[in-house]
């Protein structure tokens, strides 16, 4: 019997400490009203607004003397209203999430018809100045406002109504996507856990210390893998689970297998996806390595070009004296890529091949670092 080592600390960062956003980003992010701060919006504005313009001066062609010097006036007075509606729903956005959908687009509607009841004020209070003759219109100052009201709540109405279906659409599309990689999560798992607690079991008569020491690195493995349900993780927290991995797998082979890890060219909070690296060091091992009579060395690179993150994991490529083939059903790659074409669609890429005597997985995804506090916990949680 072996002498009982001491418990070793986790290396799973605090779970739901760094990342639990605060309820005002929550309902601010849930709120299907988009950020009209953003120049695409404006510029969306701009487009609607002159074109309800367009529409306008054409319906009343009939009573105009000039179709192209009411359309120049209506379009300013369009672009007053829908420019200074987007200003002040922008800065009242976050106030607007927190009353919900009911009352948030009650809101928002009522603050579209008070902003149009302003501008229509002026332009007709303007009107003293030969700005506007509204007279010529047949209509008074009631009916000038009313009319301003009604086509706000006409084409507010709608424009809301598209941005709450748009929304819904989209979220029921990423709660797809994010189920879809769940599971494909929850299959990864267990393979590789099963494949860790293989190696543990060959190791148990043969060599009992080291056996012990495998379980402790697997017991990190599970702490990391079944507490932590986060589809990104930084980078320091990847390489703390490919590294005990690579402890397991360095008990039971020893001297056959080396890792050279070249990955201190990008930062540490980087982050990518959840069991990204670790996959496919096994494959690396378990279908190159240790079929090789010599054994071999596999190379973890990490590049960066300051717009995307290069993931390079190779092997010496298995020719026709090495041993059987391992029947393993090799899900990592396949698993991977339909995670990275769920979580980055389109801006993201994974290429498996052979390259003269090596076998090669490259792995292309965007750059991206996660926020201070998060990077610090994380940090701080893979170096204890």
Known sequence: MTATAPPRESTAPPHGSADAPAAGARDDAQFY???????????????????????????RVSVTDSLLLDLGRTSLFMLWIGLGGAAALCYLRPRLAGLGVVRGSAATLG???????????????GATLGLYDFEDRGGGHAAFLVG??????????????????????RRNVEREARARVDALQARIRPHFLYNSMNTIAALTRSDPERAETAVEDLADLFRFNLQEQRPEVTLAEELEVARTY??????????RRAVQWRVDAVPPTVL????????LLENAIYHGI?????????????????RSLELT??????????????????????????RLALAYPGAASLDAGEEGERFVVRVRLPLREAAAPAAAAALEGATR
């Open 33 to 59: 009203l988009p950020n009209l701060c953003e120049p695409r919006m404006v510029l969306v504005i701009v487009l609607l607004a002159e074109l309800v313009a367009v529409l306008l001066a054409v319906a």
């Open 111 to 125: 603050l579209l018809l008070l902003v149009t009841a302003i501008v229509s004020e002026a332009a007709w209070r």
């Open 148 to 169: 301003n009201l009604l086509i706000c709540a006409i084409v507010g109405s709608i424009g809301l109504r598209y941005f709450y279906v748009t929304h819904q659409w």
């Open 246 to 255: 690579e402890r397991i797998e360095r008990l039971r082979l020893g001297a």
């Open 272 to 279: 990518v996806p959840s069991l990204l690296i670790q996959p």
């Open 290 to 306: 240790e079929r090789l009579p010599g054994g071999g060395t596999v190379v973890v690179e990490l590049r960066s070009d300051g």
């Open 313 to 338: 994991v190779a092997n010496p490529r298995a020719g026709d004296g090495a041993g059987p083939g391992r029947s393993g059903n090799r899900i990592a790659v396949a698993n991977i890529r339909e």
